[in-house]
């Protein structure tokens, strides 16, 4: 018999490697090499690049959030939600909803065109706050996979 909970860790798991690795990818390689482009090409072609990978983190963020969803009901965790010593429970769930309504809301409907006129105004300043945001996904990225391991291999914090 297949182990139904042990395959969707370990599908949970690998949509994680994937989107969280594009973005500290993005953050820590490409963010500072546009950086070193004239201020006017940086937003065109970070946008360009920026699109291949959002589709691609559409996918991994949609199978992260199904599978985690899953693994909430097949552990019978809903209630731990409230339980501060599952408190990884929560920080997953709040930043998937992060990444899912910039993704598939505010992206799409008027992020991309809101930055695209701050960008055109002032390309340096974009710039900077485009990496900002990004640093601080990446460090909140690394402390929630950092604490949800430890916690789901027995660390209580
Ligand atoms: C809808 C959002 C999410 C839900 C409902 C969810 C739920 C879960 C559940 C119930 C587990 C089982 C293990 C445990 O007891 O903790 C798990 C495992 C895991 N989750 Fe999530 N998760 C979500 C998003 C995320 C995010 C955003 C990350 C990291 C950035 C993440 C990283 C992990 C990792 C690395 C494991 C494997 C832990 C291990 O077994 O070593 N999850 N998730």
Redesign the pocket.
């Known amino acids: 018999m297949i182990d139904v909970p042990a395959l969707a ?1 370990a599908l ?2 690998a949509a ?1 490697v994937h ?2 690795g594009g973005l500290m990818f993005v953050t820590m390689v490409i963010l500072p090499s546009l950086g070193e482009l004239r201020p006017e090409i940086r937003a065109a072609s970070f946008a360009a690049i920026e699109r291949r990978f959002a589709a691609q983190a559409r996918l991994s963020v949609a199978l ?2 199904a599978t ?2 899953y ?2 009901h097949a ?1 019978g ?1 809903w209630g731990a939600l409230a339980d501060p010593h599952m408190w ?2 929560v920080a ?2 709040a ?3 992060v ?1 899912a309504i910039m993704l598939f809301v505010a992206e799409p409907l008027f992020l991309h065109d809101l930055f695209d006129r701050f960008a055109a105004t002032d390309p340096v300043a974009a710039h900077v706050l485009l990496l900002r945001m990004h640093r601080i996904l990446t460090v909140i ?1 690394i402390v ?2 950092i604490g ?2 430890a ?3 027995g660390l209580d914090f």
């Open positions: 860790r949970h798991v994680i989107w969280i992260a959030g985690g969803f693994l909430l552990f965790l990884r429970l997953m769930l930043l998937w909803a990444f990225a929630v996979i949800t391991v916690g789901a291999h």
